[in-house]
């Protein structure tokens, strides 16, 4: 019971009339047990982009979305949320993480776990503790003061708890010398002080030993059938080197699991509703436009289509946008609304929409799909994948959706993988080939062989080496538009992974000529709107990043239409800070995130003013990289020190006296307001929450949302401290014209700090800085509580 049935699924025990209980990978959606295109999922936004709702209601909602698909896919349990910090912007799975701030993570996360476990389906709350970057992610020994533990990285785990959550996963990683399967945090405070008395799991493939993690807290090793706790386990019992009780516990810990998502006879269903498709798109829309950020705006939005005769819109990613990040939360969706598509649709019968396509950033490549391909035996579009033996005889077929086969079924004698299609070229010129996996792969088009050799596997990250093996390309020239047969086989060598992906990069456009044609267009049009972002070999999991600029000169572009159009509205498509160096040239700037299946739709509801941008930065943007204050994720030999302490985010822009691009907490919306007054309590007791009331009037045309952030500071203090720290925020809305009252309560938790020396919390005693205002940048007010020693804290 103590190790996974399979890859995805525990085991049962028909003695006591337990079924197997189904994971599967979140936070953007549900993929279920199998990497099937044919079985969509809903996407979301991207971790990142809830962390810019700013609305735990909402989240809530999203969470409920979630287990819902969970029901429809037969899951138990969702791996999700990622309680990780934006640590650096140059973290490869920032998209996955919701925020730079403890306080802000904890309470989105919180959220998402009431809303998937309300109704029956477990959150896992992931991946406990300090595991913010990918370099070295399997074997890197985190060095991390006790302090910043407490106060930065185990805080958001520690609400997850108090939220409820039935799982914590155990990430690969160490801290100050310990792997985390084997971690004492594991037992205290997870299950001792905070008194967490679900599940905790292991990341996939994290565990390695087998005593250490069964003496410590680790409850459930994954995957399975094999891991280091079978006979090994057994008689590590027998022999007294493990307790029974330890095992004991394990065990009531998944049947009290079991009992909470229905898992014993009589089967119990999940109380999950079913979500009808539309209700689903119509969710999934809101939340695009209630994260997207408005960055900057001067006067250009929201535009407004009567006054719209003609419309630019120019970039690779307003045809083909980033709706999620890459790695092991990657799901297929079952249709994606593009910007361009979303533009169109509003200005049917009413402007011209005129698309300048652009160079894909990077050369990035798209796997073979149904737009362009059919299956060579069937004609339906899509592919034919083929599994065969040694001798290269047909053990089985069948017709995909996708050049991305990430777990195909593999019968007995399985030597061979191959994926074959029909290519209908649009255009004529060289075209890029690829195919991805470890072992031995070869590539043909018509015939012609443009890619044979071994690729050795170099890493044993499983989401590089099952789910984004790194892609071998190879160029031919194709001199006509009619279909090429594309074949690529991969030898299934022992330890070459699971996944094989097929892709195909037509000529590229001239960046010179694409540039002159979007300037042409931008300069006829009234109004242009340019769409910029990542690329598919940036911001995924495996992978740190090694800059924050945009490929594909996107900027000389941004710059270029800019000049000629004073109404440029350029949308970033990123999980995750990237330097924007124009971004005082252009009339407005959104930024858009990762923003799931309904893209386009909800970008074009903040675009001509249906829905106000109702998102705020969860994380502090940079103008550089050079000017970012927490950089480093490469480790030195084997260690990365996280010497920075408390100060990550804006705490470490405030320490360093440094101005970013754009603070934490900013956001712009479609109307103004007046903060008026405020009223925060003179004295407070230790160790008690208190509540700041701020009065604000919208001074707009617009009705509109504003949220209200609470800061403190202790520049007197005893004990090391922030310049400054988030404490808390609320967010109201109001009429034009309207006042508003914002009551935000700060958690007694805001003003507690870690003692080292007495391994407890306390509570310094004396005056506190409160500050209130729009951003961590942007403070409206600023006054004093003295906080007041109790018998707990004095």
Known sequence: MLTGATTWRTAGEADVGLREMVLSDGPAGVRGEAWDERRPSALLPSASALGALWDEELVEELGGLLAAEAVRKGVDVVLAPTLNLHRTPLGGRHFE?????????????????????????????????????????????????????????????????????WLVMAGYNSVNGATMTAHPLLDDPLKGEWGFDGVVVSDWGALRSTEEPARAALDLAMPGPQSPWGAEL???VKDGRVAQDAVDDKVRRLLRLAGRVGAFTPYLRHRAPVQRSQQTR??????????????????????????????????????????????????FPSD???????????????????????????????????????????????????????????????????????????????????????????????????VGGFGRMTLTVDGHTVLDGVFPRETDDPAVVHVNPPVQQ?????????????????????????????????????????????????????????????????????????????????????????????????????????????????????????????????LTDVLFGLEEPGGRLPTTWGASLTDVPVTRTRPAQGRLDYAEGLHIGHRAWLRAGRAPAFWFGHGLGYTSWEYEAVEAPAKVTAGEAFTVRVHLRNTGTRA??????????????????????????????????????????????????????????????????????????????QGEVTVEPSALHG
């Not at 503790?129 to 985190?142: G, I, M, Y």
């Not at 005889?393 to 777990?407: D, K, P």
């Not at 935000?744 to 500050?771: F, I, K, N, T």
């Open 97 to 165: 993480c919701f925020s730079e701030d403890p306080e802000l993570t904890g309470r989105t996360g919180a959220a998402l776990i009431r809303g998937i476990q309300a109704h029956g389906v477990a959150a896992t709350a992931k991946h406990y503790v300090a595991n913010d970057s990918e370099t070295d992610r399997l074997t890197v020994d985190v060095r991390v003061s006790e302090r910043a533990l407490r106060e930065v990285y185990l805080a958001p785990f520690e609400a997850a708890v108090e939220a409820g959550v």
């Open 234 to 236: 057994v008689q590590a």
């Open 336 to 434: 994606v609304v593009t910007p361009l598509a979303g533009i169109r649709s509003r200005l049917r019968g009413r402007a011209r929409v005129v698309h300048v396509p652009c160079p894909l950033p990077g050369g990035a490549a798209a796997p073979l799909g149904t737009d362009r391909c059919s299956d060579p035996r069937s004609g339906a579009p899509g592919v034919l994948l083929r599994v065969l033996d040694e001798s290269g005889r047909e053990l089985h077929a069948e017709h995909r959706l996708s050049g991305r086969q990430l777990e195909p079924d593999l019968p007995p004698g399985a030597h061979t993988v191959e994926i074959s299609a029909l290519l209908r070229p649009r255009q004529q010129g060289l075209w890029t080939f690829g």
């Open 282 to 331: 119509a969710l999934l829309r809101r939340a695009v436009a209630a994260g997207t950020v408005l960055l900057a705006n001067r006067g250009v939005l929201p535009l407004d289509p009567a006054e719209l005769s003609s419309v630019a819109v120019v970039g690779a990613h307003a045809a083909s946008p980033r709706t999620q990040g890459g790695g092991s939360a990657g799901v």
């Open 474 to 602: 190879a160029s031919t020239e194709l001199t006509s538009k009619r279909p090429v047969l594309v074949t690529a086989r991969r030898e299934l060598l022992p330890g070459s992974g699971r996944a094989t992906v097929v892709t195909a990069v037509p000529p590229q456009p001239d960046a010179e000529r694409t540039t002159a044609a979007a300037v042409e267009a931008a300069r006829e049009a009234d109004a242009a709107i340019v769409v910029v972002g990542t690329d598919e070999r940036d911001e995924t999991e495996g992978y740190d990043r090694g800059n924050l600029s945009l490929g594909g000169r996107q900027d000389d572009l941004v710059r270029a239409v800019a000049a000629v159009n004073p109404r440029t509205v350029v949308v970033v498509n990123s999980g995750g800070p990237v330097e924007m160096p124009w971004r005082q040239d252009v009339g407005a700037l959104l930024l858009a995130w990762f923003p799931g299946q309904e893209a386009g739709a909800g």
């Open 704 to 781: 509109g949302r504003e949220v209200v952030q609470i800061y403190a500071a202790r520049p007197e203090s005893a004990v090391e401290r922030p310049v400054r720290w988030f404490a808390g925020y609320a967010a109201v809305r109001a009429e034009p014209g309207r006042t508003v009252t914002a009551e935000v309560e700060v958690a007694a938790r805001a003003l507690r700090h870690w003692s080292q020396d007495e391994h407890a919390w306390a509570v310094e005693p004396g005056p506190y800085r409160c500050m209130a205002g729009r951003s961590a940048g942007d403070l409206r007010w």
